[in-house]
């Protein structure tokens, strides 16, 4: 699966009709009055979240979007018919910007959010708005404006359920290639990973979820160590977050020390991000020393208030029961925005 999908497309509003030259004409009444109407206001051009719509693929063959323009008025003080607005639709999903000045426009999180992209240009007004007391009979009109027109960048930034995250070397990559569709490099070295991949787990039709793999963090990465931080923004929109912890390393590592480097450096980077729910994994339980203090650092951070999910992402033992927590997890997250929208 691909992690972004982008296109560039141009918008522009309707222009706005021209406003009207007329004067009442009727039998009897030789010299009536001004009633030339207004033009009609060109459409709007907008983008709206579709949640039938996958990709941004039809970009590829059509660029260019228009509103139709408004109609020009007409006598007897007719008001031109406005222009019909012209609705792009795009993926749930897909952040737009203005391509000159790189400003977000838009972040289009729910199906049916909708943005005006270009506005339509205003309608000129007909001569009878331009009657006084003085110039009973004028004889102008304004044209109508013309539409708002941009290049526009849209892009899917997919909306992973869950985000992996970690120090280096803990199994991170390991976890998502056993449980997802996602196959990332393994290594038994740091930075292994250095590029966020995306897999789809697809525990059974009811219960499939998109799960993010994302390069180790470490201390001071909010300095630039190791890789950064830059890589956190694609686990900002998760649900919740897998935080794995190497069992098996040895001192001066320590579990719980390495559960707060990790935490201090997502609160460093966002808020947030660091306030996120997180499900705690102690991975690599098949060696020897990881089993043999499996109890005592299960105790400890039961001291501190947390569950641990203790696994084998090798040999699959515990991840039966890490699946069914984080497929209750996200159900519940799922039940929980669904009814939000209700609101
Ligand atoms: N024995 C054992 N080894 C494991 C387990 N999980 C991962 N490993 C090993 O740990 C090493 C690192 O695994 P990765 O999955 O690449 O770790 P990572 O967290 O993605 O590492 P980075 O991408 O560098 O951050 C590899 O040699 C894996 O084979 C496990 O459960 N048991
Ligand atoms: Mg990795």
Redesign the pocket.
């Known amino acids: 699966m691909k992690f972004v999908d982008k296109a560039r497309i141009f918008v522009k509003g309707g222009k706005g009709g021209d406003g009207c030259i007329s004067f009442l004409r009727e039998r009897f009444r030789p010299r009536g009055g001004p009633d030339g109407g207004n033009g009609g206001d060109g459409g709007n051009v907008l983008i709206r979240a579709d949640k039938q719509k996958e990709t941004l693929y039809d970009f590829k063959f059509k660029q260019h979007f228009k509103a139709k323009n408004g109609q020009p008025g007409k006598g007897k003080n007719q008001t031109g018919k406005k222009g019909e607005d012209l609705v792009i639709h795009v993926p749930v999903g897909t952040v737009v910007t203005d391509n000159a000045t790189g400003d977000i426009l838009a972040d289009l999180i729910f199906h049916s959010q909708e943005i005006v992209v270009a506005k339509g240009g205003r309608g000129g007004r007909g001569n009878a708005s331009f009657a006084t007391s003085v110039r009973k009979a004028p004889r102008i009109k304004e044209t109508g404006k013309p539409g708002e027109e941009r290049w526009l960048n849209l892009e899917i930034k997919l909306i992973a359920d869950i985000g992996?995250i970690?120090?280096?070397?803990?199994?991170?990559?390991?976890?998502?290639?056993r449980i997802s569709s996602a196959h990332?490099?393994?290594?038994?070295?740091?930075?292994?990973?250095?590029t966020p991949s995306l897999g789809v787990a697809n525990l059974d039709d009811d219960n499939i979820f998109v799960i993010a793999?994302i390069?180790?963090?470490v201390k001071d990465a909010h300095k630039g160590k190791g890789l950064g931080l830059n890589f956190l923004r694609h686990i900002e929109r998760t649900s919740f977050l897998l935080h794995?912890i190497?069992l098996?390393a040895p001192p001066p590592r320590d579990p719980i020390s390495d559960f707060n480097i990790i935490n201090q450096e997502l609160s460093n980077y966002k808020k947030e991000v660091g306030l996120k729910p997180q499900i705690v994994v102690l991975?690599?339980?098949?060696?020897p020393y990881?089993k043999q203090r499996l109890k005592d650092v299960k105790e400890r951070f039961k001291g501190i208030d947390i569950d641990v999910f203790p696994?084998?992402?090798?040999?699959g033992e515990g991840i039966p029961l890490l699946l069914k927590e984080l497929t209750n997890r996200i159900s519940s997250f799922k039940l929980k925005k669904r009814n939000e929208s209700f609101i």
């Open positions: 992996i970690g120090l280096p070397n803990v199994g991170k990559s390991t976890f998502i290639s990332p490099k393994i290594g038994d070295y740091p930075f292994t990973t250095l793999d390069p180790g963090i794995i190497d098996a991975n690599k339980i098949d060696l990881a696994i084998s992402a090798i040999t």
